[in-house]
């Protein structure tokens, strides 16, 4: 099966523009900008400027988290960044790296999740690992999404930085996965910066309702946590 390739910022325009349904020279018109340039921009040979962003965003009419997605692929500034408070093994938080790899667990998540700690991608627990399953339910779908979303914004907010070959690294390893390989070609660009109301079976057996909240932190880490 083909490896599946990280997004650039003109593969997302160009699918921004074909779900409306649009053309090259159309969306040229609606934005008030040349054909070459909306070729050279969908062929990734000139970066974006902030003001040609503006007018695609307005001309397409996009959505908050295609707008925010494209702008981040764009280089423009990220969404605001998040701080933690003190954290204590009572708590069910575990820190990703920009890899999504989990570099802190504490306590409780371990115990919540299992085999899901440190040194553990959170991409491959989701779709790997059969205690993810066991332990989302019905809920897992959602979760996984989630975690597509999360790698999505991962990847464009690394896409030019050294370090970024992980991003192939994984993407050709879920190559095969089905589950993980349909929710990555949809054009699909929500903000995975959200809270997310889940059901988990514990390990004891019994079902509890949590939210799973996923926090951008100011260190350039992402956060994961879960609240009754």
Known sequence: ???????????????????????????????????????????????????????????????????????????????????LATISDRHALAVLSSSLTITYATRAVEELLPGFGEDQ???????????????????????????????????????ERKGRRWAHTLLNRMSGNDAFRSRWERDNFSDPMRALRTTITRPDGGRTSMTMLVLDLASGQTALGWLP
Not at 121 to 142: H, K, L, P, T, Y
């Open 1 to 83: 099966m083909d490896p599946l390739e990280p997004h650039t910022t003109g593969s997302v325009i160009q699918a921004l523009r074909t779900k409306r349904g649009v053309t090259q020279r159309e969306l040229a018109v609606l934005a008030v900008l040349s054909p070459h340039t909306i070729q050279s921009l969908e062929l990734n040979r000139r970066p974006p400027k902030e003001e040609v962003v503006d007018a695609i965003v307005e001309a397409l009419r996009l959505d908050i988290g295609e707008e925010n997605y494209l702008r981040v692929l764009s280089k423009l500034p990220r969404r605001p960044m998040s701080t």
């Open 121 to 159: 991608n959170f991409v491959i627990w989701v779709f790997e690992r059969d205690e993810s399953r066991q332990v989302f339910g019905e809920s897992w779908a959602a979760v996984a999404t989630l975690a597509v979303d999360l790698m999505r914004w991962q990847i464009a907010a690394t896409h």
